[in-house]
């Protein structure tokens, strides 16, 4: 089980850290996926770190504003996002595939998946 934590309400400009942590699982072999949602708009995916390398992936809209990290003694990856902008408000989902042999960069089927959980909401306002 992933569970999202660490979204809020920030002004434009503003920073947040949002955290996936893993249970039942160790997230060491396993890609992790970042995917937000907003109303009236196709979901994103916007940031991945692969599962044996931490290569990481970013999607033009965030590049150089979202970091992606892991800490595997934590069992969490990490999204540190900073100069929110209120393109940024969205519910924010994690995902995980993994593989002891090969790299994933960013777990499949994110963009068609409909099961997604609670996930955490941002809001950024300006």
């Known amino acids: 089980q992933l569970v999202e934590s660490g979204g809020g309400s920030v002004q434009r400009g503003g920073s947040l850290r949002l955290s996936c942590t893993a249970s039942g699982f160790s997230l060491d072999v396993y890609a992790i996926g970042w995917f937000r949602q907003a109303p009236g708009k196709q979901g994103e995916v916007v940031s991945c770190?692969?599962?044996?390398?931490?290569?990481?992936y970013y999607s033009e809209s965030v590049k150089g504003r979202f970091a992606i990290s892991r800490d595997n003694a934590k069992n969490t990856v990490y999204l540190q996002m900073s100069d929110l902008e209120p393109e940024d408000t969205g519910l924010y989902h994690c995902?995980?595939?993994?593989?002891?042999?090969?790299?994933?960069?960013?777990?499949?089927?994110?963009?068609?998946?409909?099961?997604w959980g609670q996930g955490t909401q941002v809001t950024v306002s300006s």
């Open positions: 770190i692969s599962n044996l390398n931490n290569k990481t």
């Open positions: 995902a995980a595939e993994g593989s002891y042999s090969a790299v994933v960069t960013c777990p499949t089927g994110m963009a068609t998946r409909t099961d």
